[in-house]
């Protein structure tokens, strides 16, 4: 078995204090908590298990590790590269919120790895959103092995005689922890990694994109506007999709405008089946395929939270 270096905590019952965490003695030799894993999620979607800015920030003032993941639910990964975008634009909104910028785990939350390849792509779509440097890969031995190259932090659950060589992070299931009387799961730290850090994690080799999973204008974050707003998004003149991604409520959407050299070439259409092309809902990207020769893309919108549009290659 490794040497583990510190002992983290995971929890979502309720929220911990800074001072408590930081008291606990929770390793195996009355060791002290030094951090924790903390749910997170859209600033308006946050729920009795995720942090929030008030216990996040009492957490770091207490000198405690803080790290973030987000889960919708057990089959998030099934969901491909437009899940992963669509989580990782809600978990990023959160992050930002916290004023937080270091590594955030996506998961398999289940013992099986029913589609390898979506599992990958989902980590794909949260790297084209956060940077692969700040997506983590939270499973069992599996999923990690699977992640390995789309990810560069690694927290695996399960056996821990199946620990796996690029394991940042062991969730230890064979019991449980207590803070101020609420259960925890027990982590032990094999070696932590922050983005930007001067060691690179194990086995993070890179990754050549497919052609398909290309993301070629990162998301762009769009601000409230109860009346009609515009914007203009810049384009290189391939075929291309329009993505529009909502954080909490409907989107409408105007037909967007297609400009080229020789000016208007036409507007979208929407390429979602039984999807109204002007209404999009909470958690169903709608999609509108851009002509070839269109340089600028003019969208009109209304809503009520922020949104996310980004355009890829068709």
């Known amino acids: 078995m490794p040497t583990y270096s510190e002992y983290w905590v995971d929890y979502s019952a309720r929220k911990i204090s800074g001072a408590a965490m930081a008291a606990a003695r929770i390793g195996p030799n009355g060791e002290r908590c030094t951090g924790t894993i903390r749910y997170i999620d859209a600033p308006h979607l946050l729920s009795t298990k995720h942090t929030n800015k008030a216990e996040y920030d009492d957490l770091i003032a207490h000198g405690l590790k803080v790290r973030l993941v987000h889960q919708g639910n057990t089959k998030d990964a099934d969901s491909g590269f437009h899940g992963g975008v669509n989580r990782a634009l809600r978990a990023k909104a959160g992050a930002d919120h916290l004023g937080y910028t270091g590594v955030i785990f996506f998961t398999n939350d289940r013992t099986t790895l029913p589609d390898p390849g979506a599992w990958r792509a989902y980590l794909d779509g949260a790297a084209s959103v956060l940077g692969r440097e700040r997506v983590g890969a939270y499973g069992f031995a599996n999923a990690l092995n699977a992640a390995v190259g789309r990810a560069s932090a ?110 208007g070439t036409g507007g979208g259409h929407s390429t979602v089946s039984g999807v109204n092309p002007t209404r999009v809902e909470v958690n169903r990207p709608g999609q509108y395929a851009i002509p070839a020769g269109t340089t600028r893309i003019f969208y009109a919108y209304s809503c009520a939270t922020p949104h996310f549009v980004w355009v890829k290659a068709a």
């Open 154 to 263: 690694f927290w695996q659950a399960g056996r821990e005689s199946d620990l796996v060589p690029h394991a940042n992070v062991y969730q230890w299931n064979n019991g449980r922890v207590y803070i101020s009387g609420t259960e925890c799961d027990l982590n032990k730290v094999v070696h932590d990694y922050a983005p930007g850090s001067a060691t690179p994690p194990p086995n993070n080799t890179p990754v050549q994109e497919d052609e398909d999973d290309e993301v070629s204008y990162y998301p762009k974050e769009l601000p409230v506007s109860m009346t009609e707003a515009f914007v203009t998004l810049p384009w290189d003149g391939r075929p291309a999709v329009l993505n529009v991604t909502p954080t909490g409520s409907i989107v409408f959407v105007g037909k967007p405008l297609n400009w080229g050299p020789g000016g």
